[in-house]
């Protein structure tokens, strides 16, 4: 758009200083001005097809990464759909209903061996351009209070979430920085946002944007970009929460755990948490769209904050908050009170 304002500036100025008699004059410069302003600044609308240019995506199976992989295959990129498991059903459906560009593979980001041929694979089967953007979007999620969890929970969330996407961009960024291309990271509003409950998933997510913001700020000398895709609740669209039932939490709990968590709680914060995620957005083309911006514009935004419009706000300031203020967001939730009329009870 500066070209637009530079343009405007310029023609006003003109008119200020030409007579009348050179009113024709004016308006063969308005013509002028716009017609330069037009061109230049299509010229920098970035990608608008990605022919000859490949993209690989982690995370093909469902959700985020098995919609912009289709996406892509239609704006003409050669996608590499990487899958947990490329012989199942969805992830066959990205073969059968894509072009002939369009490349599945074997890829479980907790594996360096899986990494590694996948590497060799693009390597292989690279188009003319090179690869242009690596999406990092494998993840799972999971809820549960910090003492219902142990230590290999914890792990087991930052191996796909944190160290997947770690373990993909290193070998990988080669590849990327010669192309000066795009890195993008699926993180989520947990990342900034201390959600009861979310302890584990918020740990990895809130690791994954210190990377990614260390990788930008090294990254910029070599003219890639790096965005952060930061979802709301999208629990419907990925549908990537596990089913559990109170019952599978309490057969967890030792004796210790079943005095302090009353089981009537641990039913009432089931029954919750599945009405939360059945309450979001029932398509994931929000997030697509900003994948997309991220992607082929030529200034792609540092982070997608992609939240519904009466969430907005408070998501926006919410960084920059006291504690105190972020904290008594909770006391406001009857869940919250019911909580602590229970414990011990």
Known sequence: MKPVFFSMTVLLISYN?????????YFGLVICFMLWAKMVFHAENGLSDGFGWAV????????????????????????????????????QSLVEEGSDRMKV?????????????????????LPEKGLYAVVNNAGISDWGETEWSTAKDFQKMADVNLFGAIRVTIPFLSLVRASKGRML????????????????????????????????????????????????????ATNILPKKTPQDI?????DARKLTFNQK??????EYFNLLCTSGFKDCSMVINAMLHALT???????????????MFFFYICPFLPTCITDSVFTVSSMYHKRKVMLYS
């Not at 200083?17 to 004059?25: G, K, M, P």
């Not at 593979?105 to 089967?125: H, P, R």
């Not at 309490?250 to 030792?254: I, L, N, S």
Request: hydrophobic letters at 40%; glycine letters at 8%; proline letters at 3%.
């Open 265 to 270: 709680y641990i039913e009432m914060a089931c």
């Open 56 to 91: 690989l995506i982690t995370g093909c199976d469902s959700g985020f990464g098995h919609h912009l992989a289709k996406k892509l295959d239609r704006m003409g990129f050669a996608v590499f759909a990487g899958c947990l498991c490329p012989e199942g059903p969805r992830a």
């Open 185 to 236: 990271y699926v993180s989520s509003i947990f990342s900034f946002f201390n959600c009861l409950n979310m302890g584990a998933y918020g740990v990895s997510k809130r690791g994954l944007e210190a990377f990614a913001d260390c990788l930008r700020v090294e990254m910029a000398n070599f003219g890639v970009k790096v965005s952060i895709i930061q979802p709301g609740n999208f629990g419907i």
């Open 250 to 254: 309490w057969d967890e709990f030792d």
């Open 297 to 311: 514009a030529p200034k792609p935004q540092t982070r997608y904050l992609l939240v519904s419009w009466r969430d």
């Open 105 to 125: 593979l074997q890829l479980d980001v907790t594996k360096d061996e899986d990494v590694s041929l996948a590497k060799d694979f693009v390597q292989a089967n």
């Open 17 to 25: 200083c030409l007579s009348d008699e050179y009113i024709y004059t």
